[in-house]
């Protein structure tokens, strides 16, 4: 499987998590632009490919997941599922040398209750 | 209760949304946001929708639209440089708070995963919190102290303004109160103080007539 195939399945894993309400493109901005130009070139069935995927052939794999989280959800719980789950679906799989997981939470969203009375 | 000193054009509050940095919201405007926020968020455009910062915004003025829009454009009316004024510098807080700004630290198990929050989301969520309480609207947020570092004392300083007959002091408990346990719930900070400073109210007349109960 190639970086980008695991990519796509690494996003669709995230974005399947309960409290999950999006994957965002991870990394410096040029391999986030990378990915979007690829996404925009992919035909409608496959799935986006958001998690940024970086070897080293000293470190090993550096892997980044920015994630949006819904406040009815905490949020480390759900950042330490993400982990889990992706260090869970890496080691099911061959790679060599070290690995790097990096799962931010980029976004918090607040359901939009109805308007709050601004009248005392 | 801050004074206001600045007596600006005479715009409306649509208008004082030019001028705002978009390098903080990925490229885009303020202004930008407000129109795809009037389209209803429709055609879907997904460079707005994957990033993070833009979306911490668009929670933003959905919020702000929902509650106070109304109110603030009649106040706009009656005293146009003084709400300009205020309606541009949340406009401004906005679009600072939604950069990622620094990563705050979440406690992981594994060696081989680091979890973070960005500051931008934490910023967002204190915004929302404060949102949420009637009668405030939260105009600044900030974190003070080394976010970064796992145990680091941190105050937190909130602007706000206050609907007037609301009494300001319970306003500024209950911010304070529901801010605390939004922190607690969803970050590992060391929270040693929330300091909420309520610096405008809103006239009488205006909610009275102008926000539907």
């Known amino acids: 499987m190639n970086d980008l195939d695991l990519s796509r399945e690494l996003t669709t894993l995230v974005a399947g998590i309960p409290g999950v309400v999006g994957v965002y493109p991870a990394g410096p901005l040029h391999r986030a632009v ?12 496959q799935a986006p490919a958001k998690v940024s995927l970086v070897r080293d052939k000293e470190k090993g794999l550096r892997v980044e997941v920015a994630v949006g989280v819904l406040s009815t959800y905490p949020v480390p719980r759900t950042l330490r599922t ?25 976004h918090i969203e607040t359901p939009n209750p109805a308007a709050p009375s601004l009248t005392p | 209760m801050a004074m206001r000193d600045d007596q600006e054009g005479d715009v409306g509050p649509e208008e004082v949304l030019d001028g705002l940095d978009p390098e903080f919201l990925d490229g885009h405007s303020v202004e930008e946001l407000s129109d795809y926020l009037d389209s209803g968020r429709s055609p879907r455009n997904p460079d707005i929708e994957n990033s993070p910062g833009c979306l ?32 541009k510098n949340v406009m401004d807080n906005i679009s600072r708070e939604a950069r ?3 990563d705050i630290p979440i406690t992981s198990v594994d060696p081989e995963v680091r979890l973070t929050v960005t500051e931008g989301s934490v910023r967002g969520l204190i915004r929302a919190a404060g949102d949420g309480v009637g009668g405030a609207i939260v105009g600044r947020v900030r974190l003070d102290g080394d976010v970064t570092v796992p145990g680091e004392p ?6 706000a303004s206050g609907v007037f007959g609301r009494n300001l002091l319970e306003l500024a408990r209950e911010m304070r109160a529901v801010i605390g346990a939004s922190l607690r719930e969803h970050t590992e900070l060391n929270v040693t103080s ?20």
Do not use: C, F
């Not at chain 2, 941190?154 to 602007?159: G, L, N, P, R, Y």
């Open chain 2, 56 to 87: 911490i915004a668009l929670d933003a003025l959905g919020r702000l639209r929902s509650a106070t829009w109304a109110m603030l454009e009649a106040e706009a009316a009656e005293d146009r440089g003084r709400d300009d004024k205020w309606i």
């Open chain 1, 82 to 106: 993400v982990g889990d789950a992706v260090r869970a679906h890496l080691d099911a799989m061959e790679h060599d040398g070290g690995l790097d997981v990096r799962v931010t939470a980029s």
């Open chain 2, 194 to 213: 929330i300091d909420v400073t309520i610096q405008d109210v809103h006239t009488q007349r205006t909610a009275s007539t102008e926000v539907p109960r």
């Open chain 2, 154 to 159: 941190i105050s937190i300083d909130v602007t």
């Open chain 1, 34 to 45: 990378g990915l979007t130009v690829v996404n925009v070139a992919a035909s409608d069935d």
């Open chain 2, 100 to 102: 990622a700004g620094r």
